[in-house]
């Protein structure tokens, strides 16, 4: 059973901030959210995570709402770069990661 | 830092036939890696966790005798595939967990496998 819903495909268009919606209801006190992306024929790489609080890195920011059951990652400036599978997981540390269908992000020139 | 490496990227082999796939955690120990496969358009499938020095557990429906996992060092998980067979074609992605409390996991490039 999916412990993450997103939608299926977003498109932004380049320079323009991307925001990818994830709903965790379920999400349990000690699990924490975290954001991968997967180019292409490619392994999936860490963006961020994190458990109550918003995060900031040099990727992205993830807003997660009071009640933690949704989150949403913001790519400040997409660029062609960015087209990706965008994957939102709960997981507890040291736990496996499960992963979802995730949400196709095109962005467009 | 925090670099993960497979190897090969990508084997062709003949049905019939058993390939190897290794994972290396570069830079940091791994006391347990994942071993995940993915097939075209879909999401990766979590297969089996390898803890060094004991053996893999295998998710339900995963042939434990047919992907053969070992684990031998803090650094280094192997898939073997055997008796490959064409429905075995698929993007197979390791997964390597750090020794820390948060236990961040960092994936390899993936290996893609054709099998004729």
């Known amino acids: 059973d999916a412990k993450t819903t997103q939608p299926p495909s977003m498109d932004c268009a380049e320079g323009r901030a991307a925001n990818l919606p994830c709903n965790h209801s379920?999400?349990?006190?000690?699990?924490?959210v975290y954001w991968y992306r997967q180019i292409h024929s490619q392994g999936p790489q860490y963006i961020i995570h994190g458990l109550k609080n918003n995060e900031t890195n040099e990727m992205a920011s993830l807003i997660i709402t009071e009640d933690r059951k949704s989150s949403t990652l913001i790519l400040p400036h997409a660029t062609l770069r960015d087209t990706a599978v965008y994957y939102c997981i709960v997981r507890v540390d040291g736990n496996d990661m499960r992963f979802g269908a995730g949400t196709r992000l095109t962005v467009k020139p | 830092g925090a670099v993960v490496s497979q190897h090969p990227s990508w084997v062709i082999c003949k049905s019939g036939t058993s390939v190897k796939i290794e994972c290396r955690s570069l830079?940091?120990?791994?006391?347990?890696m994942f071993w995940y496969r993915q097939f075209p358009k879909q999401s990766l499938m979590l297969m089996a966790t390898?803890?060094?020095?004991?053996?893999?557990?295998?998710e339900q429906g995963v042939e434990k005798d047919k992907f053969l996992i070992n684990h031998a060092s803090l650094t280094l998980s192997t898939l073997t595939v055997t008796s490959a067979h064409p429905e075995d074609s698929s993007f197979y992605i390791c997964s390597a967990q750090t020794l820390a409390v948060s236990g961040e996991q960092y994936f390899g490039p993936g290996t893609r496998l054709t099998v004729t």
């Open positions: 830079d940091f120990q791994a006391t347990t």
């Open positions: 390898s803890n060094e020095g004991s053996k893999a557990t295998y």
């Open positions: 379920t999400i349990s006190g000690n699990e924490y």
